[in-house]
């Protein structure tokens, strides 16, 4: 499950970067073909980011609802449930603030369509929302590989107790 949440990033990064490209090319050469290329991209690298985000999300609740009970069931040593926690919280809060960053960034693209909100002011938006992106992806995929250490370790443990 991790590398396929880091496989999904990858992809999101690949498509985040091609909705910067198009909005780049819609300022040089405007028309209706490329702000509409513009729009399915960004709206498509949105929704893709807001998905991986919460598979993160959901992921870190139900592996910390299995090694409660792993370590409950064989009487182990708690302390990585802690480290879990520490991870769960971390992803949620850098999650969710990147959530709703890409959220206002895709919805001020409408009215900066119709010349309502200023380019600048959506551009901005979206930029703190890929820097911030850039920022909770690269802490979602250390949360992540550290999870899987701590899954493998209680899962070595229980395996030596059975074996013992």
């Not at 091609?18 to 729009?39: C, K, N, Q, V």
């Not at 919460?54 to 592996?63: A, E, N, P, Q, R």
């Not at 182990?76 to 959530?99: K, Y």
Request: proline residues 3%; charged residues 15%; positive net charge.
């Amino acid at each position: 499950m991790v590398n396929t949440i880091i496989g999904l990033i990858c992809i999101e990064a690949l498509l985040m970067v091609s909705a910067l490209i198009s909005a780049f090319w819609t300022g040089m050469r405007p028309s209706e073909a490329s702000l509409s290329y513009h729009m399915g991209l960004g709206i498509g690298a949105a929704v893709l980011a807001c998905l991986i985000h919460c598979i993160s999300m959901f992921y870190f609740v139900g592996t910390r609802k299995d090694m409660r009970s792993l370590i409950r069931e064989n009487h182990l040593d708690p302390s990585p449930l802690e480290r879990n926690r520490r991870n769960l919280i971390r992803v949620h809060t850098f999650a969710t603030l990147s959530c709703v960053l890409i959220v206002m960034g895709a919805a001020l693209g409408g009215p900066t369509e119709r010349g309502i909100v200023s380019p600048i002011v959506h551009s901005l938006v979206i930029y703190i929302a890929l820097a911030w992106n850039g920022v909770t992806f690269q802490t979602e995929i250390k949360a992540l590989t550290e999870n899987g250490r701590l899954i493998r370790a209680i899962n070595h443990t229980i395996e030596k107790l059975a074996t013992a």
